[in-house]
Every structure is written in C-alpha cells, then in structure tokens.
C-alpha cells in the first residue's frame, strides 16, 4: 500500500466546481511478470480532442486477469510499466483544446478499442478490426485509476445509466455483437459458458425474442445466475450429455444459433454438434491453444456460418446497447461484487476462481 493520494473536497457539487488533484491512485503493472502495485502516479493532462473522466466505476475483466498474472499474451502485448482496466464510467471533468461533443459533467463510458480512423477497415465500416488498433489497459495506460484521458472519439456517453451499468456497456457490446450478428428473433439459441458475456447474452437473446434458450456451464453458481437471467433450459455440461439435451429441448433439430463464450475445446465441438444444419455459430471465447477441429463434417457439410467475433462495431453496437439497456435489460444480478480499488487483490481473485459474476472496482472509495 502506499500514502493516499490528496484528497478532494467530499462535497457534491457541478463537476466544473470539484478540484482536481496532481496526483491519483492508480493500479499499475510495473515491470514484465505476475503482480501488480498500486501506487500514486501524475493526474493526467488531456491533449487537443481529448478529456479527463474522474472514474467511477471500472469493472474487472478477464483480460485484466491476463495481464496481472502475466500469460504469454499478456507477455506478447503490454509495454510495462501500464495502468491496466478498460471497463470504466466516469464524469468528465476537464476537456482538451478542440472539444466539441462531449460536455463537463456528463457521464461517460469508453470504448476500449482505439483506432486510427484512416486504415482499410476503418474507411469501410469496420473499425472494430483496425489495422492499428491499441486496446485500452493493454496497449495505452486503463482505468485501474481514479482518472483517465480519453480522445472524445472513444467516449460513449451514457448520462442515463448508472455508473456500474454504463462500465458495463464494453463487455455488453461483445454479448450483443455476438447475439445481434444474424436474427435472433423466433430462433433457438444455445449459450456455451455463462461467464458474465454469456449471462449478458442470455438476456439480449431473450428480449429479443428468441424462442428457446439454452445455457450450459460447469458451475452450479453460474447456472443460477443463467435462470435469473432468463434461460429457458440450464444444463451443467459437466453432467449431462449437452448435444444430446440441446437436441431434445429443440424438437430434435439442434439450435438456430450457438454462441460460444467458454473458449472450452470440448464446448467448441458441441456447438458445432448441437447446432442445427444451415444454422449459425458466434465464436466468442478465446482458445489458449490451438484447436482441432474437423472442417468438414463440423462445419461443411452441415453448411454453417462461423462468426469470429472480437470487440463491438463503432458505434452501432453501443446504440444498441445502451437501447437494450434503457428498454429494461436489467444486468444487476450479474453484478455479485464491489470493491474499492484499494481491494482489487479480492476482486481478481474472486474473478480468477470464476467463482464471481461481474466484479466492480470503485476509484474513489478508500
Ligand atoms: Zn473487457
Ligand atoms: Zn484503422
């Protein structure tokens, strides 16, 4: 632990009006290998089109496990020493030269993903792949902090959300890329790994009028929350023969659509199994190691569509979103804990065992 940082004045008051400290907490990965500290770093300044967001909700993502526990991805990616976190909402507080739509006050979310506006694939919609894109918390200083700068083309404002729901927008955005790829309406679907993207799914399915959906996991935890999240049919994968079941539960067909969200080789087969012939697969979880798949009777001949599905679409996805979450979608049973960032050794625990649904980290709490 460190010296707190200078405190600010506690009233509530015009975010125009609230000091701004020099320096800030923030939760740093200093040099390359597992750990992480949290220390006292400069408050930083936002540069022409850019603002500084006092944050106030940033949510624990598995990425961020990633990177505290230092993998071979994380190896391969980070530059230390990095802040880290990427899920966040925040008040902006202090705006840069050049500022034109974003306003002092407003609450905001962030798209994590920066691009470069200019390459290929930004010219021609798809800017969630950009040739040169840098991630938030991975490749530019994150959110682990009491303060972020933003360029105000990643700010995503949110004003009627709460602070922890608007954090959660980011890994929405994946649930509802994954889900909003094709129709889902009238179709069954079959969620793999009810991790909080697929918890999320499972609910963006259902208000979007999918027939039948069908969860799996190997935590029993989990599978509850699946049922309050409003799955049709919850099956622990570590039990029950789940092609078999998902069969059964759609008049011996197989599932419209497949989402895979676990990154669990045996779940990736049974999606490819369970779904029905000319049906679709969201691919969603990461795969440590390469996989073995048989192209042909997999997914060939059953003549599916796969969808590799990284990021969210800028800004399609983020309307709706914010659309499906203003229209009711309720996440807070899949947020189980909250801490202050002081605490975040608990949180990454609690998110490492996978025992927890989302985990909010709180800057401003000591
Ligand atoms: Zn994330
Ligand atoms: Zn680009």
């Not at 966040?88 to 962030?110: F, I, K, Y």
């Not at 909080?196 to 935590?219: C, E, F, Q």
Request: glycine fraction near 10%; proline fraction near 5%; charged fraction near 20%.
């Amino acid at each position: 632990m460190v010296e707190p940082v200078t405190r600010e004045r506690d009233e509530v008051g015009p975010e125009q009006t609230r000091e701004i400290p020099t320096r800030m907490r923030a939760l740093v990965k200093p040099v390359p290998g597992p750990g992480a500290v949290l220390t006292d770093v400069p408050v930083p300044d936002p540069g022409p089109g850019e603002v500084l967001i006092r944050l106030e909700a940033v949510s624990v993502c598995g990425t961020d496990i990633h990177i505290e526990q230092w993998d071979a991805w994380a190896a391969a990616n980070v530059v230390t020493p990095r802040i880290f976190g990427h899920e966040m909402a925040g008040r902006v507080v202090r705006l840069g030269e050049d500022v034109t739509r974003v306003a002092l006050g407003q609450r905001v979310a962030a798209e994590t993903h920066l691009v470069d506006w200019t390459c290929y694939q930004c010219r021609t919609g798809r800017q969630h792949v950009c040739q040169h894109y840098r991630i938030l918390g991975v490749h530019a200083d994150g959110a682990f902090a009491q303060y972020i700068v933003l360029p105000e083309s990643n700010v995503w404002i949110s004003d009627t959300l709460p602070a922890e729901v608007a954090a959660l927008q980011e890994p929405m955005g994946n649930a509802v890329f994954s889900v909003f790829v094709e129709e889902v309406a009238g179709q069954s679907v079959a969620v793999l790994g009810c991790g909080p993207i697929g918890l999320m799914s499972i609910a963006i399915a259902k208000r979007a009028g999918a027939r039948r959906v069908i969860a799996t996991d190997i935590r029993s935890e989990r599978l509850e929350l699946a049922e309050r999240m409003g799955a049709d049919v919850v099956l622990d994968a570590g039990a029950v023969d789940v092609v078999e079941r998902i069969r059964a539960e759609t008049d011996g067909d197989g599932a419209d659509v497949v989402l895979e969200m676990s990154g669990s080789e045996s779940a990736l087969h049974q999606g490819f199994a369970a779904v029905t012939n000319g049906g679709r697969v969201s691919l969603l979880g990461t795969h440590a190691h390469p996989v073995t798949l048989d192209v042909s009777s997999e997914i060939i001949f059953k003549a599916l569509r796969v969808y590799g599905i990284t990021g969210r679409r800028l800004f399609e996805t983020w309307y709706q979103t914010r659309a499906l979450l203003e229209e009711g979608l309720d996440l807070s049973p899949i947020i189980t804990h909250r801490f202050p960032l002081s605490e975040y050794r608990q949180a990454f625990d609690l998110v490492a065992a996978g025992h927890a649904g989302k985990v909010v980290l709180l800057p401003q709490e000591d």
